[in-house]
T-cell receptor
Framework: NAGVTQTPKFRVLKTGQSMTLLCAQD?????MYWYRQDPGMGLRLIHY???????AKGEVPDGYNVSRLKKQNFLLGLESAAPSQTSVYFC?????????????FGPGTRLLVL | SQELEQSPQSLIVQEGKNLTINCTSS?????LYWYKQKYGEGLIFLMM?????EEKSHEKITAKLDEKKQQSSLHITASQPSHAGIYLC????????????FGKGTKLSVKP
């Protein structure tokens, strides 16, 4: 039981390049989330999904797109990377809605945009 | 404005000392979560509090949620170097869509 895994662990991009971050969970969770963590800003929700085929915007969605084609996977895409997107990205999943359902986090992806 | 305030921002304690980290909101909290993060790693779930006045313990870590459900404290007894890391609180807030809001974290260093 791997829990929540993220690929890749670290990536360096040039401004304007695109990439996709992959999140996978094997806990059969309905809800999945993408956060970014920046110094002094804490964790901020980018997008989330309440089930296969659904996505919704979080607090800071601009510049990102997501897809949830399979229940166990949640992809985060950067179409044209910008230096402001340098951050650590965390994926999380939960069985149900966030108020009283524990979110379980992946190990993170460190992204540097030059 | 930050809806979930953590204090202190950082803390350095001598091994064996006790310490407390606070998490405060101006709104009523639903499930209050405490996580620990080591540098370069993900967030590890510690415990969740839901009811006013609730208290939970895990090994030497105790978390409490006040009766008004607007403040939580995390207390570590007889700190050890293994306790070092960043502690984050997360909570669902009244009026939110059910997603969690996180504090900015408290960085704990334990001197051997």
């Amino acid at each position: 039981n791997a829990g929540v895994t993220q690929t890749p662990k670290f990536r360096v991009l040039k401004t304007g390049q695109s990439m996709t971050l992959l999140c996978a969970q094997d806990m059969n969770h309905e809800y999945m989330y993408w956060y970014r963590q920046d110094p002094g800003m804490g964790l901020r929700l980018i997008h989330y999904s309440v089930g296969e085929g659904t996505t919704a915007k979080g607090e800071v969605p601009d510049g990102y797109n997501v897809s949830r084609l399979k229940k166990q996977n949640f992809l985060l895409g950067l179409e044209s990377a910008a230096p402001s997107q340098t951050s650590v990205y965390f994926c999380a999943s939960s069985y149900g809605v966030g108020r009283v359902e524990t979110q379980y986090f992946g190990p993170g992806t460190r992204l540097l945009v030059l | 404005s930050q809806e979930l305030e953590q204090s202190p921002q950082s803390l350095i304690v001598q091994e064996g000392k006790n310490l407390t980290i606070n998490c405060t909101s101006s709104k009523t909290l639903y499930g209050l979560y405490w996580y620990k993060q080591k540098y370069g790693e993900g967030l590890i779930f510690l415990m969740m509090l839901q009811k006013g006045g609730e208290e939970k313990s895990h090994e030497k870590i105790t978390a409490k949620l006040d009766e008004k459900k607007q403040q939580s404290s995390l207390h570590i007894t007889a700190s050890q170097p293994s306790h070092a890391g960043i502690y984050l609180c997360g909570a669902g807030l009244v009026g939110s869509q059910g997603n969690l809001i996180f504090g900015k974290g408290t960085k704990l260093s334990v001197k051997p």
